[in-house]
């Protein structure tokens, strides 16, 4: 497959654009979703030995979802980003910061790369919530490891950073109950 063409088609917040891709001879087009990348943390406070998440309304969901922290990365740092997120968010400075994965969320029709953090935290600078001036109205949770297991995630880079963490611990986790 080759892509031939590119053409903007909207850009606002987010931006699409038109490609017109060629494989076997045959030409045809698709839109592309361009949201940028995302730097994503799962956060745990080693001070009460629980996992900080952060709750809050998303519209693309139609509902409030718990989550990792996480933010569109900027400067192209994706580990100086989920520094300032973490501490917007939560309000908890970082102690220690490991990379786990990089992984990308929709590739059928969305750019975006997320890269995934381990974080560790026990000092509060600050009260958290987000930023006024980007509408965030962040709550944030905490977890023990037994409560965590026990959660039906809904946000898939969140569904990650718990399979992550459940096999670092050698634990597994409880299927949510379910209706059809």
Not at 19 to 25: A, P, R, S
Not at 53 to 60: L, P, T
Not at 68 to 76: F, I, K, L, R, S
Not at 80 to 99: F, N, Q
Request: aromatic residues 12%.
């Amino acid at each position: 497959m080759k892509i031939k063409d590119t053409k903007t088609i909207y850009e606002g917040f987010y931006t699409f654009r038109k490609l017109t891709l060629e494989q076997d001879g045959e030409t045809f087009e698709r839109e592309q979703f361009e949201s940028g990348h995302a730097a994503a943390a799962i956060v745990y406070n080693t001070d009460k030995d629980s996992y900080i998440f952060v709750k809050q309304y998303r519209y693309s969901a139609g509902m409030e979802l718990l989550e990792t922290v996480a933010g569109v990365v900027e400067d192209n740092d994706p580990e100086k980003t989920i520094r300032k997120e973490i501490e917007e968010e939560t309000g908890y400075a970082v102690d220690h910061l490991k990379h786990v994965w990089d992984f990308f969320s929709s590739p059928g029709a969305c750019t975006e790369k997320v890269f995934l953090f381990y974080a560790e935290v026990s000092k509060k600078k600050s009260e958290g919530g987000g930023l006024d001036e980007e509408q965030e109205q962040i709550k944030t949770v905490e977890l023990p490891m037994e409560e965590l297991l026990k959660q039906k995630w809904a946000d898939a880079k969140t569904i990650i950073a718990v399979q992550w963490l459940a096999a670092q611990e050698q634990v597994f986790l409880k299927k949510p109950e379910t209706k059809l």
